[in-house]
Structures are given as C-alpha cells and as structure tokens.
C-alpha cells in the first residue's frame, strides 16, 4: 500500500499562478522528499526535507512539513509551462532501511 | 539521468517469455531499485539492493527475480512474462551519505 496519497490527483493552472500540492503519510519519517516526473520519464529528485525541519526553499520550490498532522505540501510558484509534470512526494522511514514509498502523484498541467 | 541507463528502453514480447531488464550506473553508488509504474499511478518496489551480497524484496517481488553482477549493474528479469506486467519499469541509484535516488530514463514493456 501506498504511504504517501497526494491531494489533487490533478491541478490545471494558468502560467504564473502558484501551484500548491499536497502529500499526507501514514507513519513516522526520517524525510519526506518530492520528485518530478515528466511524461513517460525517469523521475527528478527536486527537494529533501527532514522530519525535525518545518520548511525548506529552492529557488521557486518551497516546502512545508507539519509532522504532527503528517502532511506535506510542495508549492511551485510563479509557474512556467515547463513545469508541467507529474509530481510525487516519497517518504523515508526508519524502519524503511534507505527504502522510499512514493505517492500516487499529482499531474500538473501550466497552461501558456 | 546518463549517469544511469537501462536497456531496453523499449520491448514488446509474448506471453511466456523470459526477458531481462538490465541497469548500469556510472555513479559510484552501492544501493540499487527496481520499480514498476502502471498508468496514474506512482513507483512501487519490485527489489532493492544495498550491496553486490544484499538482494531484498520489495512490495511487489512476485514473478520477478533479480541479479546484482556487480556495483555497477542490477538487472531485472521476468521469468515468466503475463499481460499484467505490462508496465513503465525505473531502475534507481543512491549512495552514501545521499538519501535521495537517482532514476533511469525507464524501459516500457508490453506483454501481450
């Protein structure tokens, strides 16, 4: 069974809007981690953050981690047509051994 | 990614038929996946390698078996091929102090 289900399954937004995703968990984490998919392709790692870290930046990425309510959400703002992709979040627990657990994915469509 | 390549990227084969999947990676990492991806959804776990001696199961491993013939190479095959294996298949790398994984640009299979 899936750890991590992700919230929308998919989100159509216009070029420069803000593109939130969203990613619950079922068990305690060393990190939670966001990849990127583009169609029919290998996925990209983009961000890593911490079960002791509550938000973390890279460049128009920014993530949020709120271990209490086990949930993340990754928002991409100011959004290009080339961040249209597949997006998955990937839990790594402590009793996973290096393993992750990948969510369903939120398909992001930026329309130019 | 080049620095892991699979082969083939693409292969269509019968019902019944053992095919390899093969996996090579220039990175220099110990740890090694084998993930399966059906339409919508996300990875989920075929087999895992943390070592040339370290075979493990994933959440999936049935009608697959696994060979790690060196740190660089982890192939992946399909004994018995069926229909419902039909999938995108990603092979991952990740290594030392890294807890983030490296993925191949994928092989897509179609068993008819």
């Known amino acids: 069974s899936q750890q991590g289900e992700e919230d929308p399954q998919a989100l159509s937004i216009q070029e420069g809007e803000n593109a939130t995703m969203n990613c619950s968990y079922k068990t305690s984490i060393n990190n939670l981690q966001w990849y990127r998919q583009n169609s029919g392709r290998g996925l990209v790692h983009l961000i890593l953050i911490r079960s002791n870290e509550r938000e973390k930046h890279s460049g128009r990425l920014r993530v949020t981690l709120d271990t209490s309510k086990k949930s993340s959400s990754l928002l991409i703002t100011a959004s290009r047509a080339a961040d249209t992709a597949s997006y998955f979040c990937a839990t790594d627990a402590p009793t996973s051994g290096s393993r992750l657990t990948f969510g369903e994915g939120t398909q992001l469509t930026v329309n130019p | 990614d080049a620095d892991v390549t699979q082969t083939p990227r693409n292969r269509i084969t019968k019902t019944g038929k053992r095919i390899m999947l093969e996996c090579s990676q220039t990175k220099g990492h110990d740890r090694m996946y084998w993930y399966r991806q059906d339409p919508g959804l996300g990875l989920r776990l075929i087999y895992y390698?943390?070592?040339?001696?370290?075979?493990n199961k994933g959440e999936i491993s049935d009608g697959y078996s696994v060979s790690r013939q060196a740190q660089a190479k982890f192939s992946l095959s399909l004994e018995s091929a069926i229909p419902n294996q039909t999938a995108l298949y990603f092979c991952?790398?990740?290594?030392?102090?890294?807890?983030?994984?490296?993925f191949g640009p994928g092989t897509r299979l179609l068993v008819l």
């Open positions: 991952a790398t990740s290594g030392g102090t890294q807890e983030t994984q490296y």
């Open positions: 390698s943390f070592d040339v001696k370290d075979i």
